[in-house]
């Protein structure tokens, strides 16, 4: 791609959140963007390449920041990559800070950190249009003179100074380190040259092991009095270096230097300087179009609606808007399917690539359309600057679980389906709040469910209804059931809050930015990214284990157990051929056929490793009153629940379209498993309280490994998708058990 | 300790200016607001009251919920100033 002698660079993108980081990056590097994790940590690295007078260069796209404390993965991630810890890469050649004119002085804290680390620096200052409509006049040259790095006015949603950005990059790398600015009182920086020695003279070796800490790191070491920066550089450190620095502290704060308030007092004062005659701020800001806006928006009552309705339409738009194209999903599998049923001969390979592999292609895809609609609504509602007034308006509810207003948005996408609502819990900042969010998001009810509390509510629970006809029993249970799932839901929130995330709560802290008109780029941009990484990483996770239940479900396909059916198979097949197409006789037998193929579908299942295991299970799920059948339905819709509509109709011997969508199969299924008995009884397999027992199982259980693959995907770890399975499915059992002793005793 | 007119956040009303006198609660947190740009000095204007409530600051909004653990205190200014 890039000629050999075309010199190469590495320019890190860095600024505040809402200073149009993401647009200018999009500005610089054009549609070729690259999405990945940074190693090891569940932040998104985005890269692309742009060339500034003749250099390519590869821009790395910073997570949004208002500080580099390391505190957070986010703050670490910055600042590895700034110090060139990150992919062992070394530092980027240039760092390129965007700050936003509006609100400069914050701004230029996280500047004056980036300033400090000494490499070569281009300041560009956005929304330089929005700042002159309030009254903000800033000298740009006397600005550069002042901070001694090229400064560029922009305006990337426009493009403006884009080209001026890529020439000053060029010469900041041409010109080479940045001697950093002068911060710090005597004091502290004595106490730095203390720290440095001890650490050089100690046992404690940082792990890269071959250099010593850069002293902006040995600075951090004494700001961070969380301990965070201590654990990440020195985690072998002994208790002598933690003595060292609570000394250390204890001495700054008696010569006048109390940590961690220094740095706030320092850096501010340092912007305040530099600001100083180059920036004029009008002493009142008028109420602006944003603030207009608000006025309603923001409103506890008016907003509030304003924000259902919005809520509403997202949330109809993916639950019946992806319907379309699921079907169509679906009926292409189906078409494919049946296409290699019909050219490849009967076997292990026909029937893996028939029912495993495209059955299990069938259920990624069939996930894409909800994605792609939840993510373009997000994105949409991100972009014009309205997600942040959601927040606000749902924090007083979410706080009293302990939660933000961020977690409000996944958690309701997810009750369309759980596997977009997980992704989504990426806007929210603190760690413990997110991986609460994700943990309990399973727990709400899908639309997976839905199709499942469908089937077994209109088959078991009576149609009785009262008030003439307003108020039903089967609409009660279904509200119970939902019901079921949030308090539950609810719950789990609360107790992963007081035990295994417990920790302080910080101020929750969000920015309003000024409502703009969404940029139709960034918008797919973000969709397309977001149905990439879902294929990218769930999807192979959710193949796998469509592959494994296949393989488990076939195997080990003994044809000795179905010969006398395969017997009767073979007649019936001779008798039909001779049959004219105009012959009565012709359906009969069609549907005799259908019958026999279904049992020896049923014998094979019964003998499989799957069945076997059912059967071996069936003590443990006999107390919740199923039968050994019902347990093998439930192991094999391990990978996704609905899956085991499909399944009860093979198992209970009902056709195996029944699992489609035509009310005229759904109808025979209900019947089949009204008719079902416990083998060798006549005594029904589902009772009242079978099916309660089965219904509370579905509500509180992790069947979805596209749940768990996007869980291990955002969390990066194993840990937390086998947590989330064992207590949901824990939870899901201990209920159906106590629903079903309960009915059994209530109903004698 | 206290100024005379200081005044908790909470008590600020909306449309009321006013100066930030001082922030107390846990070192890291205070610190955090401070990182955000609230800061002993910094001139807000109460937009929506209430916890979580929306200030001015500048020409931009935040948003901020405080718990017990966190105390602003605030000078109120003129209405002219």
């Known amino acids: 791609m890039v000629a050999p002698d075309t010199p190469t660079s590495r320019v890190a993108l860095i600024g505040n959140p809402n200073t149009g980081k993401s647009t200018l990056f999009a500005a610089l590097v054009g549609v070729r963007q690259h999405v990945a994790n940074y190693p090891g940590v569940t932040v998104e690295k985005k890269t692309g390449w742009m060339t500034c007078d003749g250099r390519r260069c590869e821009l790395i796209d910073l997570p949004g920041l208002y500080s580099l404390a390391a505190r957070s993965r986010d703050e670490m991630v910055a600042v590895d990559v700034l110090l060139g810890r990150q992919d062992g890469a070394g530092p980027p050649d240039a760092v390129l800070a965007i700050v936003d004119a509006c609100n400069l002085q914050r701004n230029f804290y996280l500047l004056s950190q980036v300033l400090e680390m000494g490499l070569p620096t281009v300041l560009a200052v956005n929304m330089s249009d929005l700042a002159a409509g309030r009254g903000i006049v800033l000298d740009i040259v006397g600005l550069a003179q002042r901070l001694g790095v090229g400064v560029v006015a922009v305006q990337a949603n426009r493009g403006v100074g884009v080209a001026q950005l890529k020439t000053a990059l060029a010469e900041a790398i041409r010109q080479g380190p940045l001697r950093p600015p002068d911060l710090w009182p005597a004091a502290f920086e004595q106490e730095v040259t203390r720290l440095e020695e001890t650490l050089a003279g100690g046992g404690a070796k940082p792990p890269a092991a071959q250099a010593a800490l850069p002293r902006c790191l040995v600075r951090r070491l004494l700001l961070d009095t969380d301990g965070y920066v201590q654990r990440a550089l020195l985690p072998d450190a002994d208790g002598r270096v933690a003595r060292e620095l609570r000394a250390g502290r204890q001495r700054l704060a008696e010569a006048g230097c109390p940590v961690p308030a220094v740095e706030t007092a320092v850096r501010y004062d340092w912007a305040r300087s530099v600001l100083e005659g180059v920036l004029a701020e009008p002493g009142h800001y008028r109420m602006t179009a944003t603030d207009r806006i608000d006025r309603w928006l923001t409103h506890r009552l008016w907003g509030t609606l304003v924000f259902a309705l919005v809520m509403f339409l997202v949330f109809q738009a993916v639950f019946v808007g992806a319907q379309p194209a699921r079907w169509g999903i679906d009926w292409a599998t189906g078409r494919l399917a049946g296409w290699i049923t019909a050219s490849l001969p009967e076997g292990a390979l026909r029937s893996l690539l028939a029912e495993g592999v495209v059955g299990g292609v069938g259920s990624v895809l069939g996930f894409l359309p909800q994605i792609l609609i939840l993510f373009f609504f997000i994105a949409l509602l991100e972009d014009c600057g309205y997600m942040a007034r959601a927040a606000y308006l749902m924090d007083r509810l979410m706080s009293r679980v302990g939660l933000s207003g961020r977690s409000f948005i996944p958690m309701l996408s997810s009750f369309a389906c759980a596997v977009p609502g997980i992704m989504a819990a990426r806007v929210i900042a603190n760690e413990r709040d997110r991986l609460t969010t994700i943990a309990v998001i399973p727990l709400l009810t899908c639309a997976a469910r839905l199709q499942v509390y469908a089937l077994l509510i209109a088959a078991f629970i009576p149609g009785t209804s009262w008030l003439g006809g307003l108020v039903g029993l089967q609409g009660l249970v279904l509200a119970a059931l939902y019901a079921l799932g949030i308090a539950t839901a609810v719950a789990a929130a609360l107790v992963l809050k007081r035990t295994i995330l417990r920790g302080r709560t910080p101020p929750f802290l969000l920015e309003l930015p000024s409502y703009k008109w969404p940029s139709a780029r960034t918008v797919a941009h973000r969709v397309a990214e977001r149905g990439w990484i879902f294929l990218h990483a769930a999807g192979t996770l959710i193949l796998a284990v469509a592959v494994v239940v296949w393989a488990a479900a076939y195997y080990p396909h003994d044809r000795r157990a179905v010969a006398p059916l395969l017997g009767q198979q073979g007649e019936l097949q001779t008798r039909l051929a001779a049959l004219g197409p105009e012959d009565p006789g012709r359906q009969e037998g069609l549907e005799e056929l259908a019958r026999l193929q279904n049992q020896i579908a049923a014998v094979y299942q019964r003998n499989s490793f799957l069945g076997q295991l059912g059967r071996t299970i069936e003590p443990v799920v006999k107390p919740l009153g199923w039968d050994w059948r019902i347990g093998c339905c439930v192991l094999a819709s391990l990978p996704a629940r609905e899956i085991v509509i499909a399944t009860l109709g093979v198992v209970y011997g009902a056709g195996k379209d029944a699992g489609g969508q035509s009310a005229e199969a759904a109808g025979r299924l209900q019947s089949w498993l009204q008719a079902a008995t416990w083998e060798g009884t006549d005594r029904p397999v589902f009772t009242l309280p079978v099916a309660l027992s089965l219904l509370v199982f579905y509500a509180l259980c992790m069947q979805c490994a596209a749940t768990l693959a996007v869980i291990r995907r955002e969390t990066n770890s194993w840990r937390w998708p086998i947590f989330v399975f064992g207590y949901m499915t824990v939870l899901a059992y201990v209920a159906a058990l106590v629903t079903y002793q309960a009915g059994a005793y209530w109903t004698g | ?81």
């Not at chain 2, 006198?21 to 740009?37: K, Q």
């Not at chain 2, 204007?45 to 200030?55: A, D, W």
């Not at chain 2, 205190?73 to 002219?80: I, S």
Request: one cysteine or more.
């Open chain 2, 1 to 81: 300790m206290h100024h005379p007119r200081s005044i908790p956040l909470e008590e600020l009303q909306t449309g009321q200016r006013a100066r930030i006198s001082r922030i107390a609660g846990h070192p890291d947190h205070v610190h955090r607001l401070e990182e955000f740009g609230l800061r002993g000095g910094t001139r807000i204007e109460m937009f929506r009251p209430g916890n979580p409530c929306i200030l001015r600051v500048g020409g931009n909004k935040v948003c901020l919920r405080a718990d017990e653990l966190l105390e602003v205190q605030v000078l109120l200014l003129p209405p002219g100033e």
